[in-house]
C-alpha cells in the first residue's frame, strides 16, 4: 500500500495570520485537499499561536466528523499539558509528539529517546489510554529505535529535513536517503510504523518512497502549499499522492 498523505495546515494558516482577515480559510483548503484524496489533516499548533490557532482546531475536528469521518486528524506539537488538554478535547486519531522548543521556527531534530524516555513514556500511556495513536518525531538514526520502541509508541515519525535540505546535491541526497531507510527497516523490526515528513516535496518524495516500502504516512505542509500557488491546492495533492505510489 502506498504511503498515506496528511496535508498539514500551517502555512495556510500563516499566510491568514498576516492580516487580520479570514482568509485564506484554513478549513476551506483543508476541504479541497480531502476532496482531492488527501486521507488526513495535520496541524501543529505553537504557544504563540503564529500560525495554527488553538481555535482552527475544534473547526479542523468538525470538518471531519461532519464531511470526511473516514479521514484522519493529526496533531503534533511539544506535550505540555496545554498541548494536552488541547488534544484530548478534540480527540485526533494520531498524536504526534516533537521536541519543539517554542521559540523554534520549525521543528529541526527528533528526541533522544534513552535521555528523555522517562519524561515521554507517561505522555504515551496517558495519550494511549484514550485510544490515540502515537507517534514521535526521530531522527534518522537505526541507533536509537530499540529505545523508542521501548517507549510504548506506535510510530516514530522520521524528520526528513536533512534529506529535503540536498535539493541541490543528489549524492548527498543518496546518503542522506539510505539513513531514512536504514531507520525505517529498524523501526520495523521492532513493530513500530513509521511516518515521515519535513521539506517533502514531489521531486524528492518518490525515491524516499521506494526506498521505506514500510511507510505508512507522510505528513507536508510547507512545499505542498507552495506548489499550490502554481498548481492549485486539488491538483498539488493528487500530485503529492502519485509520488507516494513511487
Known amino acids: 500500500m502506498p504511503a498515506k498523505l496528511s496535508v498539514n495546515l500551517n502555512a495556510v ?13 484554513v478549513t476551506g483548503f483543508g ?27 475544534p473547526e479542523i475536528r468538525a470538518l471531519l466528523d461532519d464531511e470526511f469521518p473516514d479521514r484522519e486528524f493529526n496533531i ?15 480527540q485526533p486519531e494520531q498524536v504526534t509528539l516533537v521536541p519543539d522548543d517554542p521559540a523554534q521556527a520549525t521543528s529541526d531534530h527528533g528526541w533522544d529517546f534513552a535521555g528523555q ?7 504515551i500511556a496517558r495519550l494511549k489510554k484514550q485510544g490515540f495513536r502515537v507517534s514521535l518525531f526521530a531522527d534518522p538514526d537505526p541507533d536509537q529505535v530499540p529505545a523508542a520502541a521501548a ?8 524528520y526528513t529535513g536533512p534529506y ?4 541541490d546535491d543528489s549524492e548527498k541526497a543518496a546518503i542522506e536517503l539510505e539513513k531514512l531507510g536504514k531507520t525505517a527497516d529498524a523501526a520495523a523490526a521492532h513493530g513500530l510504523g513509521v511516518n515521515a515528513g519535513h521539506d517533502l516535496t514531489v ?8 526506498r521505506m516500502p514500510e511507510l505508512c504516512e507522510v505528513s507536508i505542509g510547507h512545499g505542498l502549499t507552495a506548489d499550490a500557488l502554481e ?16
Not at 524516555?117 to 505522555?123: Q, T, V, Y
Not at 521531486?203 to 521506494?210: G, K, V
Open 76 to 90: 503534533e506539537g511539544f506535550p505540555t499539558e496545554d498541548f494536552l488538554m488541547l488534544v484530548e478535547e478534540n
Open 31 to 57: 476541504r479541497i485537499a480531502l476532496e482531492a484524496g488527501a486521507c488526513g489533516l495535520t496541524v501543529h499548533p505553537r504557544p504563540d499561536q503564529r500560525h495554527i490557532r488553538f481555535s482552527d482546531v
Open 231 to 246: 498548481y492549485g491546492m486539488a491538483e498539488t495533492v493528487r500530485r503529492f499522492i502519485r509520488a507516494c505510489e513511487g
Open 117 to 123: 524516555g522517562d519524561f515521554l513514556k507517561p505522555i
Open 203 to 210: 521531486a524528492n518524495l518518490s525515491a524516499l518512497a521506494r
Open 13 to 25: 494558516a500563516m499566510l491568514r495570520n498576516r492580516r487580520g482577515l479570514p482568509w485564506p480559510s
Open 164 to 167: 529535503g535540505g540536498c535539493h
Open 151 to 158: 517507549l510504548g509508541a506506535d510510530r516514530i515519525e522520521l
